[in-house]
C-alpha cells in the first residue's frame, strides 16, 4: 500500500463544466475526508465518509458539489458547473479511527485550475 | 472566524539553529492538536502531535509544546535543516466533531545552509 492516490493531479476545465476526482485511501483505513485549500490558506473541511456513509458536509459543500464512497472503497467527488471560485488544491485524506485518533493520511491532492 | 491562528506567514532561520514556529487557537474544546509539513504540489505531510492531556511531544528534532491556559502551542526544530524548508500548518481537532480538522494558515519556513 502506497498510501493515498488521489487522480488526477492537475485538472483544467473551462466555466460551466463538470469535473470528477478520485481518491484511492489506505485499504484499512475506516473514514475518508476530503478538504479544499486556496491560495494562502490551510485546508478546509468539506465532507467525511466513515466506511461508506456520508456523515458530514460542510456549508462550504453547495449543492453543485457531490461526493461518494461505493463500497466503502474509493471515493469521488464531483464538481457540476463549475465555477472560476472553485479553482482550488482538493485534497483526500484518511484514517482508521477506532480506539484513538492519531492524524490523517493526506494524498498529493488534485489541482484544480477553472479558465 | 479564524480558530486556529498562525501569525507569521513566514519564518528564515540559520542551518543548524532553531527554528520556532507558533500557533494560537480561541477554541476551547479543541482537545488534539497536530502539526503538518507541506511541500509544494505534494500534500500536508504529518510531522507530530500532541493531545490536550500532556504539555509536551518529542519525536526526534521536533518537539511540540502546548500551553492550554494560553490556548498557545509552538513546534521546535532543533537542529533545523535546509530540507526542513516548507509550509508548516497547526492544525485542531474539538471533542465531538468527528475528528473534523481546522487549520491555520500556515507558516513558510526556509532553512538557509
Known amino acids: 500500500d502506497t498510501g493515498v492516490s488521489q487522480d488526477p493531479r492537475h485538472k483544467i476545465t473551462k466555466r460551466g463544466q463538470n469535473v470528477t476526482f478520485r481518491c484511492d485511501p489506505i485499504s484499512e483505513h475506516n473514514r475518508l475526508y476530503w478538504y479544499r485549500q486556496t491560495l494562502g490558506q490551510g485546508p478546509e473541511f468539506l465532507t467525511y465518509f466513515q466506511n461508506e456513509a456520508q456523515l458530514e458536509k460542510s456549508r462550504l459543500l453547495s449543492d453543485r458539489f457531490s461526493a461518494e464512497r461505493p463500497k466503502g472503497s474509493f471515493s469521488t467527488l464531483e464538481i457540476q458547473r463549475t465555477e472560476q471560485g472553485d479553482s482550488a488544491m482538493y485534497l483526500c485524506a484518511s484514517s482508521f479511527v477506532q480506539t484513538g485518533f492519531y492524524g490523517y493520511t493526506f494524498g498529493s491532492g488534485t489541482r484544480l485550475t477553472v479558465v | 472566524d479564524q480558530q486556529v491562528k498562525q501569525n507569521s506567514p513566514s519564518l528564515s532561520v540559520q542551518e543548524g539553529r532553531i527554528s520556532i514556529l507558533n500557533c494560537d487557537y480561541t477554541?476551547?474544546?479543541?482537545?488534539?492538536f497536530l502539526w503538518y509539513k507541506k511541500y509544494p504540489a505534494e500534500g500536508p505531510t504529518f510531522l507530530i502531535s500532541?493531545?490536550?492531556?500532556?504539555d509536551k511531544n518529542e519525536d526526534g528534532r521536533f518537539t511540540v509544546f502546548l500551553n492550554k491556559s494560553a490556548k498557545h502551542l509552538s513546534l521546535h526544530i532543533v537542529p533545523s535543516q535546509p530540507g526542513d524548508s516548507a509550509v508548516y500548518f497547526c492544525?485542531?481537532?474539538?471533542?465531538?466533531?468527528?475528528?473534523?480538522?481546522?487549520f491555520g494558515k500556515g507558516t513558510l519556513l526556509t532553512v538557509n545552509p
Open positions: 477554541n476551547s474544546m479543541f482537545d488534539y
Open positions: 500532541i493531545s490536550s492531556i500532556k
Open positions: 492544525a485542531a481537532s474539538a471533542r465531538g466533531s468527528n475528528y473534523k480538522l481546522t
